[in-house]
């Protein structure tokens, strides 16, 4: 290859590479589009097969470290906000992973010559799914995801969860980067995909078929829920970064939320109950109510659960649930978990502690094993917690004309309704609805904010319950049990909303199967590499 023609090819490999991460982050909520471009998304992924398919196996470890880093440094680039190494974590655990990644879809091209695509389409969806695992999962950019809008679209997620969705989406960016492989200049490309489409019918024609039975599910199966149970939810933003600040802002911050909250209760209609976002209150409720070390903590603890006795309907507040506990060795720690708790008539009469904690930045199992690192995460103010143990469902009674009605709701603290399996877990506990409690106020982002609500929306759609979210700053709202967003407060704003949402019961197939779709993609495509590898290296024994 000349100097010249190494030139050319490294420009366009260049393009393809930055056009894949403009697409992808513009396919979900950005600076540009608030909500995304979710019909964008169904090519998004075009560059990406169409760039593997130009590289060498060696070479495809180089570009997809580029790509990893450059498109979630587009997506996520509000991370830095959150702590001074979140971005450089996931942006660089993403260069390992799309590392790994682009070779696996390039031995994909090399086993299987003719429908390739169709493994790599496999194998993509595998990835999504396995890196929503182990302690470093994390869900965003998901490409079933960018469809939040579309409601049609998503009630396959009731079916199948979001990777029913990221299905669909995700073939037409397979099928034309193969299309296109090999092609010399724009011109070439009509007759390049209609000669592929000609040749590749059949899969096109069951993806086509799968799309129109996914609409037509999606338009039949909307429900009218006006004459089911319902129940009013007053859901309050304060608009403030709680954690940020001393005991004067603590205490001025109680004022916001006492203020929105009597504000909602003196409005017509009644809310039957009352939602706060992520440790919205943050001196340590039970932890000064019971050991009382800190007098100024102490004497606003008291004036808040003073202010909560005199409350007729109850209160759900995220906090910091700080406890002694025997450190197993005959001794006392304090140990703290991320909580949620429930108050009725001044008493804490539930108790829910955060399953899901976010990696690095409120836990990190591997203290003995990177002890450098761990030292750089406490120097730079992480607050790590400890681990609830149970998907709590909580009960509380309202009142209805013809009497008392039972409510069972369940409360996934912020990150936690980015995962499907937490809600589900929550919804066959017994939960009618799911309350979330947020704080994204450090991200100051819109994007961010929204990012996280297209997330949230396919929690309700998978169990088929209402879902609500109160959040320190946004995105405070209420969804539909087919994913429409019904209510929502102006973000970055003081506010509240009452919401009156239906009270569901019964389970989708995904409530009773889960993720078992995502499953079959990471072990079908694992066992279709390995085929491929194993009668490869059989041919070349042969030759």
Request: net charge neutral.
């Amino acid at each position: 290859m000349t100097s010249k023609s190494f030139v050319r090819e490294l420009v366009i490999n260049l393009a393809l590479a930055a056009l894949g991460m403009i697409l992808f982050a513009l396919s979900f909520p950005n600076l540009l589009v608030e909500k995304g471009l979710p019909l964008l998304a169904w090519a998004a992924w075009t560059p990406v097969f169409l760039l593997i398919s130009r590289v060498s196996l060696p070479a495809s470890i180089f570009w997809g470290a580029l790509y990893g880093y450059g498109a979630y440094s587009l997506f996520n680039y509000w991370l830095g906000v959150f702590h001074p190494m979140a971005g450089l974590i996931v942006y660089s655990i993403y260069v390992v992973y799309m590392a790994l990644c682009f070779p696996l879809l390039k031995l994909a091209e090399l086993c299987f010559p003719r429908r390739f695509y169709l493994v790599q389409w496999c194998l993509w969806l595998g990835y999504e799914y396995l890196r929503t695992l182990g302690f470093l999962g994390y869900p965003y950019g998901i490409s079933g995801y960018s469809q939040w809008t579309l409601i049609p679209v998503i009630q396959v997620a009731r079916l199948g969860g979001v990777w029913a969705v990221s299905a669909l989406v995700l073939y037409p960016s397979a099928a034309l980067g193969a299309a296109l492989r090999g092609i010399d200049g724009l011109r070439a490309v009509p007759a390049a995909v209609k000669a592929f489409f000609r040749r590749e019918w059949l899969p096109a024609a069951l993806w086509v078929l799968c799309l129109c039975l996914s609409l037509v599910y999606g338009l039949v199966s909307r429900e009218d829920y006006s004459d089911g149970p319902q129940v009013r939810l007053a859901l309050i933003q304060h608009n403030t970064d709680p954690w940020r600040g001393d005991m004067d802002e603590y205490r001025q911050n109680f004022r916001v939320l006492s203020r929105l909250s009597d504000e909602a209760l003196a409005a017509s209609p009644r809310p039957d109950m009352m939602v706060w976002s992520e440790t919205a209150f943050v001196p340590r409720i039970y932890w000064h109510s019971t050991y009382r070390d800190d007098r100024e903590s102490w004497d606003l603890v008291r004036e808040l659960l003073a202010y909560l006795s005199r409350q007729d309907v109850p209160f759900v507040i995220g906090n910091d649930d700080a406890r002694l506990e025997g450190d197993g060795k005959g001794g006392w720690d304090r140990v703290d978990y991320n909580a949620v708790m429930l108050f009725e008539g001044g008493e804490i009469s539930g108790l829910y502690r955060k399953l899901r904690l976010v990696p690095f930045t409120e836990h990190f199992p591997y203290r003995r094993q990177f002890p450098g690192l761990y030292k750089a995460l406490v120097s730079a103010d992480t607050h790590f917690w400890e681990k609830g143990e149970d998907a709590t469902v909580f009960s509380v009674s309202v009142p209805r004309p013809d009497g008392p009605e039972t409510v069972k709701f369940s409360t996934p603290i912020c990150f936690e309704d980015t995962f499907g399996y937490l809600s589900r877990d929550f919804v066959r506990n017994g939960a009618e609805l799911i309350v979330n409690l947020s704080n994204d106020a450090w991200s100051r982002s819109l994007p961010a904010q929204n990012q996280h609500l297209s997330m949230a929306v396919f929690r309700a759609v998978e169990n088929r319950r209402s879902m609500v979210r109160s959040t320190a700053s946004g995105q405070t709202c209420a969804v539909s049990p087919d994913g429409r967003v019904i209510a929502l407060s102006p973000p970055f704003t003081e506010s509240w909303i009452t919401v009156e949402v239906p009270v569901l019961s019964g389970q989708t197939l995904y409530t009773v199967y889960g993720d078992y779709l995502g499953r079959f993609f990471a072990v079908s495509s694992a066992a279709l590499l390995l085929l491929g590898l194993a009668s490869r290296i059989l041919k070349s024994i042969k030759k």
